[in-house]
Nanobody
Framework: QVQLVESGGGVVQPGASLRLSCTPSDRTFTRGTLAWFRQTAGEEREWVATIRRADNNKFYSNSVRGRFTISRDNAQNMVFLQMNSLKPEDAAVYYC????????????????????WGQGTQVAVSP
């Protein structure tokens, strides 16, 4: 089975930065859409950002736009989430998600649009 593996989480102070990484275990999985979600204990998963492989179109949630940047490295078949100016409300487990479909903006925030999920990486923001 294809798996997604995240890394890069940690504990930082407000205003600091982190860069998360995600890669599929199957290197032939190179089409479709990649996304980042986050989830706090007891809450539903919240969409953060999406990137389309075909055209490099990017979509962001209003809560992270201007602070977070999603990007990809085709050579390594990886996707990244650069998180700047972190706030306590950004603390969560961050998950990488993927689908072979080219999602439009209206479909990107829906967890059900994605077929593959990573195990999650913990991000803590503590004063």
């Amino acid at each position: 089975q294809v798996q997604l593996v995240e890394s890069g989480g940690g504990v930082v102070q407000p205003g600091a930065s982190l860069r998360l990484s995600c890669t599929p275990s199957d290197r032939t999985f190179t089409r479709g859409t990649l996304a980042w979600f986050r989830q706090t204990a007891g809450e539903e998963r919240e969409w953060v950002a999406t990137i389309r492989r075909a055209d490099n179109n990017k979509f962001y949630s209003n809560s992270v736009r201007g602070r977070f940047t999603i990007s990809r490295d085709n050579a390594q078949n990886m996707v990244f989430l650069q998180m700047n100016s972190l706030k306590p409300e950004d603390a969560a487990v961050y998950y990488c998600a993927a689908t072979t479909r080219n999602l439009i903006a209206s479909s990107s925030p829906t967890p059900g649009s994605y077929d593959l999920w990573g195990q999650g990486t913990q991000v803590a923001v503590s004063p």
